[in-house]
């Protein structure tokens, strides 16, 4: 009652222009600014009746549980937020999406789970977001991408299993972080985690704390303790492989490529294969390891052609010119992804190289080999690209028919590769 009859006498005082609800504190600050205090009032709403000239507005240890898209609507101008100590839990998406002035929002020790996230977008001028002591359980990883100011970040004491790579990129004003108490499965999904943390100039608290609690070989120890020997980013080889051992059974020409990969964890080999009237994505293995196709469900009809097989290899029966075009390994793990491409041409028979085909040295080997690796110094991971060429002659030269001499530009004679039977 004390509490009303002083908040009354405030409001009299500073006339209607300073509205504020009977249950709050309001009083004008030296700077101008109208602080509107209501915390320790047992409130479970945000009040009504507050100025739209607030500032700062505190409503930290109440027991307010929901917030609305209109609970703020009365304080346009609001700069300063506080709600720690509540048991918000559900937050309905907008509610602080029209705050466009906040500079500080504590939402610390309450119950919250699913964040909208998306209202962040509009609060450029934030630069102190406290939300440590809740239950989120993941992160988008744009969540903060465009808070330009923002310079205190508390996230610690939730149930964060894990961290987009690039959460806290374009945070320029970041200079304190706080993720320690998180219960981080340290796959090597959070390994950049730590590389992040060996390099960022941004202080980070009690980054010793930021421990793993699985895997269990990782169980206790601190995310930035993982072994770099535990997460190492893919490395991708491609591989020209004749397989025309048999060709004399063939009446076409079988390309294959070989996609050696290594990384830990171990990578996954996807294929894209870019020809000039199509594109298509193989991500996984579309024959058995008995030598049947995979059925259609997983395999759509216009990948069939290209034979993906669980060990990286690659094979096109009956290579026409319809199937040149740009041919592109990719491995990918936890770590990172890296990918390296082949150009494939076919020419034709007339081509002058024929007869190189007969004086280089590598034209006596018996399936050729080339091979190009993905270049790990190069950040687009594509390199250069190679094109084969095979020229294949119309009138068999040689017992087996075809005679295709595999050409990989001037820098690939090098790597002079051909094929012969
Ligand atoms: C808000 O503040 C301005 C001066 O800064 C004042 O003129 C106006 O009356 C105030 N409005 C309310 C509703 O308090
Ligand atoms: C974001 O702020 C602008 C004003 O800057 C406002 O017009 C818009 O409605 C806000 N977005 C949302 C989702 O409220
Ligand atoms: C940890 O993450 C890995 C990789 O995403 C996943 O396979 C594993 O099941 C997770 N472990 C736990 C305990 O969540
Ligand atoms: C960290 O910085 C060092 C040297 O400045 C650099 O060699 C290293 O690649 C950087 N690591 C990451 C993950 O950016
Ligand atoms: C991969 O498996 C296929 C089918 O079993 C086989 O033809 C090919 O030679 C294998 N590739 C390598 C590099 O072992
Ligand atoms: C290749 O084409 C020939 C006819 O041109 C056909 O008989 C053969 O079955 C084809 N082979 C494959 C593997 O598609």
Known sequence: ?????????????????????????????????????????????????????????????????????????????????????????????????????????????????????????????????????????????????????????????????????????????????????????????VFWLKKWTENTSVSITKGGSILCVAPSRLKGRAVTDIPDHYCTAPSVQLTYLSNLDNTVMYDGLTLTLHCSVAGTPPPEVRWKIQTSSRSIEINRPNVARDGNILPPRRNKQSQEHFLVFKNGTMAIPNFSKEDEGIYTCLAVNDVGMREVSVNVALAGSENPADDLLRNAPQASHLGGRSCYKGDELDPSGAGEKLVIVYHMPRESKSKAGVVPQVWLGTLLLTLGIALCC
């Open 1 to 189: 009652m004390n509490l009303l009859l002083r908040c009354l006498g405030i409001a009299a005082l500073l006339g209607s222009s300073l509205a504020c609800p009977g249950t709050c504190a309001c009083s004008l600050k030296k700077n101008g600014r109208l602080l509107a205090e209501c915390a320790y009032r047992d409130l479970q709403e945000v009040p009504e009746g507050l100025s739209p000239n607030v500032t700062i507005l505190t409503l930290s240890a109440n027991r307010i549980s929901s917030l609305w898209k209109d609970s703020f609507s009365e304080v346009p101008e609001v700069q300063s937020l506080w709600l720690g100590y509540n048991q918000i839990s559900s937050i309905e998406p907008g509610t602080f999406a029209q705050l466009v002035h906040l500079k500080n929002l504590d939402l610390s020790h309450n119950k919250i789970v699913d964040f909208p996230w998306k209202d962040l977008r509009n609060l450029s001028d934030l630069q102190i977001l406290k939300m440590n002591y809740n239950r989120l359980a993941g992160l988008p990883r744009d969540a903060f991408y465009s808070l330009k100011d923002l310079r205190s970040l508390w996230l610690n004491d939730n149930d964060l299993t894990t961290l987009a790579e690039g959460t806290f990129d374009n945070l320029p004003s970041l200079s304190q972080l706080q993720i320690f108490n998180n219960p981080f499965n340290c796959s090597c999904k």
